[in-house]
């Protein structure tokens, strides 16, 4: 099992930034795929991005179209900690964001942090 803890959510003004942070309870080094996925008020949860563990061959990332270009995914094995830098923020992009791991038979979620853009 892995405990999925995010942090770092807030009220920020458009065009802002902010980043959230997710801290595994134990190793992610063996999980190939972590996500970050999004929540708006009264529409489905959906994926945003993933960083996938590449070995020594370093990470692979994949976006959304929509926060392409501003968002940045990252993942730390040696800390257990995966990021989600956000530049250029929209009121669109207000949601709870929720951190996600797959292991073999199993998915984990984190609870949740909220993030809002608004001036």
């Known amino acids: 099992q892995v405990r999925l803890v995010e942090s770092g959510g807030g009220l920020v003004q458009p065009g802002g930034s902010l980043r959230l942070s997710c801290a595994a309870s134990?190793?992610?080094?063996?999980?190939?795929?972590m996500r970050w996925w999004r929540q708006a008020p009264g529409k489905e949860r959906e994926w945003v991005a993933t960083?996938?563990?590449?070995?020594?061959?370093?990470?692979?990332?994949n976006y959304r179209d929509s926060v392409r270009g501003r968002f940045t995914i990252s993942r730390d094995n040696r800390n257990n900690t995966v990021s989600l830098q956000m530049n250029s923020l929209a009121p669109e992009d207000t949601a709870v964001y929720y951190c996600?791991?797959?292991?073999?038979?199993?998915?984990?979620w984190g609870q949740g942090t909220q993030v809002t853009v608004s001036s």
């Open positions: 960083v996938t563990s590449g070995g020594t061959s370093g990470s692979t990332t």
């Open positions: 996600f791991a797959a292991t073999l038979g199993s998915v984990y």
């Open positions: 134990r190793s992610i080094s063996s999980i190939r795929d």
